[in-house]
T-cell receptor, first 115, second 112 residues
Framework: DTEVTQTPKHLVMGMTNKKSLKCEQHMGHRAMYWYKQKAKKPPELMFVYSYEKLSINESVPSRFSPECPNSSLLNLHLHALQPEDSALYLC??????????????FGEGSWLTVV | GEDVEQSLFLSVREGDSSVINCTYTDSSSTYLYWYKQEPGAGLQLLTYIFSNMDMKQDQRLTVLLNKKDKHLSLRIADTQTGDSAIYFCAESIDNQGGKLIFGQGTELSVKP
């Protein structure tokens, strides 16, 4: 089973709203990732968690706030977003980011529209 | 620096073979990956190859790696309309702790 589950699949939010994206995996992976993807472009890395600690923040604006409550769950809290933040947000996981051959598995994504 | 390049579009007829090409610049790449993304969906890992291998075959998929030229290709035999998607090549660099460097993606269109 190589499943990464993301909810919700679609989210529409106003610029003053607070919402969260959720991600879950039960593969025992210890690395989890958030990527942002615009239409027909490659995914862009936002955050990496390794063993439930934030390991990489790719200079993401503070209106995006990640959280890793436990080794299976990853959240992305959203507040005061801008219309240009509308995109597909992909969660991913891998066994351990420091393993050679660290294969990264992606979820189906959450489509976010900011109005 | 790290850079991965792919051609943007490929169009083939159903039943033909498709070959999607990718070049990368970082010689410390350890693993190279092919992901498929269908419209409205996430990324599906298709296959990957370790940098000390030349070839990997998995059913209709054949991956060829020319490490000297830093060239990777994905061949899809007997291409079907369901293969229409965007295909991303990605490299994993050993000292980057799992960070993937993606190409721009090749949009494969399969015509009946």
């Amino acid at each position: 089973d190589t499943e990464v589950t993301q909810t919700p699949k679609h989210l529409v939010m106003g610029m003053t709203n607070k919402k969260s994206l959720k991600c879950e995996q039960h593969m025992g992976h210890r690395a989890m990732y958030w990527y942002k993807q615009k239409a027909k472009k490659p995914p862009e890395l936002m955050f990496v968690y390794s063993y439930e600690k934030l390991s990489i923040n790719e200079s993401v604006p503070s209106r995006f706030s990640p959280e890793c409550p436990n080794s299976s769950l990853l959240n992305l809290h959203l507040h005061a977003l801008q219309p240009e933040d509308s995109a597909l947000y992909l969660c991913a996981s891998s066994q351990d980011r420091y393993f050679s051959g660290n294969t990264i598995y992606f979820g189906e994504g959450s489509w976010l529209t900011v109005v | 620096g790290e850079d991965v390049e792919q051609s943007l579009f490929l169009s083939v007829r159903e039943g033909d073979s498709s070959v999607i090409n990718c070049t990368y610049t970082d010689s410390s790449s350890t693993y190279l990956y092919w992901y498929k993304q269908e419209p409205g969906a996430g990324l599906q890992l298709l296959t990957y190859i370790f940098s000390n291998m030349d070839m990997k075959q998995d059913q209709r998929l054949t991956v060829l790696l020319n490490k000297k030229d830093k060239h990777l290709s994905l061949r899809i035999a007997d291409t079907q309309t369901g293969d229409s998607a965007i295909y991303f090549c990605a490299e994993s660099i050993d000292n980057q702790g799992g960070k993937l460097i993606f190409g721009q993606g090749t949009e494969l269109s399969v015509k009946p």
